[in-house]
């Protein structure tokens, strides 16, 4: 509906995360400073061992993958990505941290069906984190 940093509009695919963590700060780099979303999810999928993936590591990825706002050129990695449907995951290094990785879910490769999606609970961001804590004169919250 609105595209990523790895796809255009109207090419589908689900961002997620190795940990719910690293979800969480992909989620408050994109917050409004005012408000940070009430109705958020905890969804854990498991994914089967055999399931195929390609990974992209920080050097696999063109100078200035990690800038904001991302380029056209991954967007168009992603978009290829998808229509090849070679791998139901792809798996990239966070702009966030570096060193962990973001799961990008092709909808249209027939292993997708193996995704386990178990139920998920309700979560809500830790009250230190709102804006509030920013004004704390200890900074603390």
Known sequence: MYGGRWNPKGTRMAYCAEHLSLAC????????????????????????????????????????????????????????????KSEALLLVSSAVIREELNVLVNPEHPDTVRLMVRPGRPFSFDGRLGPSSKSSPSGRG
């Open 25 to 84: 700060l992909e989620n408050l780099v994109h917050a409004d400073d005012r408000h940070l979303p009430d109705d958020l999810m905890a969804i854990p999928i498991d994914i089967p061992d055999d399931v195929s993936r390609k990974v992209l590591g920080p050097d696999a990825l063109p100078a200035g993958w990690d800038r904001v706002p991302g380029s056209e050129h991954l967007k168009a990695i992603g978009k290829a990505w998808v229509a090849a």
